[in-house]
């Protein structure tokens, strides 16, 4: 049973999430921004690395969901995100742990690790709305649309829908394929997976965002 509805309302959602007070009020006035998104980590903190020793400076580090399995909790994971202050939402793999759907593996967790970890990632919304040097930000898991679970692959049908949003960005993950697109005024981004790659490419990805052109751009980075 899910414990949150995946869209929320656009005046909820801003305050909620750990640290995102604070890092909205420190980066309220920068200009030309580059944020980083990070996503599908699926508990590996060595992909997670590569992927940020990989990107070049960023203001801001967005993660759209699957930073752990719902089989695998990673407390160095979690620390890696904390520390670089990653704005973190949860994707289906955070809500089947969290959740309740894997109650012994969660009782685990919570007798083996500290609860500020778990914390870290059950607290984070399902969805997360943010804006950046006039960027409205739209950060979901897998789609916008119920039932929030859909794959959206690049050349999908689905993405002519994302043109009906209000938000500048629309980032999300869940299919391990990296693209973007664009749906009239709306810059679509998946920045894939940094740890599984379910494209031909062997190598992780991330994406950036640079809020003074618009334009999104996808990196790859090996892997072994
Ligand atoms: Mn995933």
Not at 66 to 71: I, M
Not at 99 to 105: E, F, I, L
Request: with cysteine; glycine share 6%; aromatic share 8%.
């Amino acid at each position: 049973m899910l414990l949150q509805k995946p869209l929320q309302s656009r005046r909820g959602l801003v305050s909620q999430g750990l640290g995102d007070v604070p890092i909205k009020r420190e980066l309220k006035d920068r200009k030309d921004m580059k944020i980083g998104i990070v996503s599908d980590i699926h508990a590996d903190p060595k992909a997670l690395r590569r992927a940020l020793e990989d990107m070049p400076s960023t203001d801001v580090l967005l993660c759209p969901g699957d930073a752990v399995s719902e089989y695998r909790f990673c407390p160095e994971t979690v620390e890696i995100l904390q520390q670089a202050r990653v704005l973190c939402i949860q994707g289906n793999h955070e809500l089947v742990l969290f959740g309740g759907r894997n109650p012994a593996y969660l009782k685990k967790c919570q007798a083996s690790f500290a609860a500020e970890t778990l914390d870290f990632l059950a607290s984070a919304p399902v969805s997360r709305e943010l804006e950046f040097d006039e960027t409205n930000v739209l950060l979901v898991h897998a789609s916008p649309w119920e039932p929030y679970d859909e794959y959206i692959y690049p050349g999908s049908a689905r993405l002519a829908r994302f043109a009906t949003l209000s938000h500048d960005l629309v980032c999300f993950g869940h299919t391990h394929v990296p693209f973007i697109h664009r749906a009239e005024q709306v810059t679509v981004v998946n920045p894939g997976s940094c740890s599984q790659p379910r494209d031909q490419d062997r190598r992780g990805a991330y994406a950036i965002f640079d809020t003074r052109t618009r334009e999104a751009t996808i990196h790859r980075f090996s892997l072994d």
